[in-house]
């Protein structure tokens, strides 16, 4: 396998299941250094045996994105190893439930805006200043389509989304005069867990696998990517505003 992405340093969260296993699996085997990041210890190992296996390198944080301590305490301890970080994948994020607005009780309310929009502004806080330290930071927020849509019972995906979608803008507005390129990504319909349970009556064979969607997405946190405050729709495989 070409190991384009060589001597990168790449952290994805989410990273036990999913689209965020294939997105930090193949970083590793194409050559970069992964920081893992996610709850699940026995899958995090599972992904660095993965890793290893292809002669690739990772580094575990098996951790709460709600522990917003750790979130600061993270970047700290990136800077310490590495002084920089050249890639920010940020495909964790929680489906709660599909629900009328008005029957959402807070504490999931509460919950998915923890994770899906004040995780990622604390990780921008905590990694803002490595991904600057880069001869090409690139970060890349995954969004939905519900944050365009609106969808009914879809609330709190529309909500959360739409307010990483601004969040990741404006990032990249304040980074313009910077090597950074900051954008999201709408992998669409994807055969993981989380579809599963939104869609529990979907055929899965008829979605895309993971690794195919990550080996798309890994095209956007390339040096060679010029765009930034995009969102790239991974369906019609164009860039677009995400405004």
């Not at 193949?26 to 050559?31: A, H, P, S, V, Y």
């Amino acid at each position: 396998m070409e190991k384009d992405f060589e001597g990168r340093i790449a952290l994805v969260t989410g990273a036990s299941r999913g689209i965020g296993y294939q997105i930090a699996r193949q970083l590793g085997e194409r050559g970069a250094h992964v920081i893992a990041v996610a709850r699940t210890v026995g899958a995090l190992e599972d992904l660095d045996d993965d890793i290893k296996a292809s002669g690739g390198e990772a580094t575990l944080v098996p951790v709460d994105l709600t522990d917003f301590d750790a979130l600061d305490r993270l970047g700290a301890a990136i800077f310490e190893r590495w002084k920089k970080l050249d890639i920010f994948v940020g495909n964790a994020g929680m489906l709660g439930v599909l629900s009328p607005i008005g029957h959402i009780k807070p504490k999931d309310f509460e919950k998915v805006m923890a994770v899906n929009v004040t995780a990622n502004w604390r990780l921008i806080r905590s990694l803002d200043p490595l991904l600057r330290q880069s001869d090409a930071g690139r970060a890349l927020l995954l969004t939905a389509v519900q944050a365009q849509t609106r969808t009914a019972f879809w609330g709190l995906q529309s909500i959360s989304k739409s307010a990483v979608e601004a969040m990741a803008q404006t990032w990249a507005h304040e980074s313009l005069k910077t090597a950074m390129k900051i954008n999201l990504a709408d992998p669409g319909p994807t055969r993981t867990g989380l579809r599963a349970k939104a869609m529990p009556g979907e055929p899965p064979e008829n979605l895309p696998d993971p690794a195919e969607v990550a080996m798309d997405l890994l095209e956007l946190v390339k040096p060679q990517v010029l765009e930034t405050g995009m969102l790239y729709d991974r369906v019609s495989k164009e860039w677009v505003s995400p405004s």
